[in-house]
């Protein structure tokens, strides 16, 4: 069944770039290819990393999307929530490109998973998005999707921690003051990813030209334990 979903996946976003690329002048062909992922990323044996070269010269968008593809053939587990994220995304930025009209330079974007982890009947995979209007800086940002597969259900900040206004102090003391949070309810809205060992917070900073980057701020599941809602959460076999 993900099998079919992740050929769904390529083919939309290849009808889409295809598309999106038409000129009533002049008609590219456009194939898919294999991309090689430089970066180092963490997934499971049972998973790899499948992706497609960008080329859009009408717009001037370039780069690459990559989605998890399971090994095994018949593989019960929804990724679905992860491979839907990543169009989503895609399709926000081709919209915002054209949205700003021609400009000179590239556009440049590439999305994939960069940490894909089950714990139990949880997996948490953390994206990975770097982007580049034209001549403007490079922005990279983190979303998550944590996924309960028994359950069938997303998870959320109030499915994993049990934190509000009396322990909130103690629970940001555990981090580095570079977080800069002051309220449970922004705390609740910063995207964070399940590790190995570790729970990063991915929050937003202004840089000085006002644009926004996000610093990984991680603890380790163990010193984090008391503060999450059930205890069983995240314990090796």
């Known amino acids: 069944m993900n ?50 070269h960008l080329k859009d010269t009408v717009n001037n968008i370039f780069g ?17 929530p992860i491979n839907k994220s990543i169009g989503t995304q895609m399709q926000e930025f081709v919209d915002q490109v054209k949205s700003k009209g021609k400009t000179q330079g590239n556009n440049y974007i590439e999305i994939r998973p960069s940490y894909f982890i089950f714990h139990g ?4 995979c953390l994206i990975k998005k770097t982007i580049c209007f034209a001549n403007a800086d490079t922005i990279k940002s983190y979303n998550t999707i944590i996924y309960n597969d028994n359950k069938k259900k997303q ?45 990063s917070f991915n929050a937003k900073q202004t840089k000085p030209t006002n ?23 995240f314990i090796k076999d």
């Not at 889409?16 to 290819?33: L, P, Y």
């Open 3 to 52: 099998n079919k979903l992740t050929i769904s996946l390529f083919l939309i976003l290849f009808l889409s770039f295809t598309f999106i690329a038409c000129d009533k002048k002049k008609e590219e062909k456009k194939k898919t290819v294999k991309y090689d992922v430089k970066e180092k990323y963490v997934i499971p044996k049972s998973y790899t990393i499948s992706g497609l």
């Open 64 to 80: 690459a999307v990559l989605i998890p593809v399971s090994r095994v053939k018949e593989n019960p587990v929804n990724i679905k």
């Open 121 to 124: 009947d949880i997996y948490s």
């Open 155 to 199: 998870l959320g900040f109030e499915d994993i921690f049990s934190v509000d206004k009396s322990n909130l102090s103690d629970f940001l003391a555990l981090f580095n003051k570079g977080m800069a949070i002051t309220t449970i309810e922004e705390l609740k809205k910063i995207d964070f990813n399940i590790e190995i060992d570790s729970i």
């Open 211 to 233: 644009c926004f980057i996000q610093k990984q701020f991680k603890q380790s599941i163990a010193t984090l334990r008391p503060y999450l809602k059930g205890k069983e959460l």
